[in-house]
């Protein structure tokens, strides 16, 4: 099985770049597919309206948003969630709406034939990418960067691990969107 998504119908926003230092953001994004509207990563940001406002600005309403990915489980990735109350939520193994928790490995995992959840462990044992395919390409929603030009990962807990991650996303990601920063698109100079 190939990690490239079976369809390129998806389109993405940013909805804010994530950013690191003497405080923490996590990049928020919109996805959309027939269907399924799911926001990757709503974790830390200065004021909520930083996601919501975006939202409304594309005309989605909380509400509206049917699944959440956690690309892991620090807070600064996590800690908004509950705007989406309709939302299933999907981490590393499993699937979470309302009070049913199902279980299933993340890796493979389609949320549509556009939308594809694969495991790439590094930064956290549990992390995982969410790779869309769009008209323009493969975009990859992951933590295996913190931005375009992060190396290392200090706090990463398998650093093995996290290149394999990085070679694989590499493989067939034209467009990175990193845990902490705007999107880039990959290039040799990218770190592996």
Do not use: K
């Amino acid at each position: 099985m190939t990690d490239r998504p079976r369809r390129d119908t998806a389109t993405y926003h940013l909805l804010h770049a994530g950013y690191v230092g003497g405080t923490v953001a996590s990049t928020v994004a919109l996805v959309r597919d027939g269907d399924v509207v799911l926001v990757t990563d709503p974790g830390m940001v200065r004021d909520r309206e930083l996601i919501l406002g975006p939202l409304r600005e594309l005309g989605v309403a909380p509400e509206a948003v049917t699944d959440v990915v956690f690309s892991h489980h620090h807070p600064d990735h996590t800690l908004n969630a509950a705007l989406f109350p309709a939302a299933r939520f999907h981490d590393h193994w499993a699937i979470y709406h309302g009070d049913v928790w199902e279980d299933r490995d993340a890796e493979g995992w389609e949320l549509s034939e556009s939308i594809r959840l694969i495991r790439t462990p590094g930064h956290t044992p549990e992390d995982i990418t969410t790779l869309v395919g769009t008209a323009e390409g493969v975009v990859a929603f992951t933590h295996l960067w913190w931005t375009s030009t992060s190396a290392e990962d200090p706090f990463a807990t398998d650093v093995d691990a996290l290149r394999r991650g990085r070679e694989r996303v590499l493989a067939v990601a034209d467009v990175v969107v990193p845990g902490h920063g705007p999107a880039f698109r990959p290039d040799a100079g990218t770190p592996r």
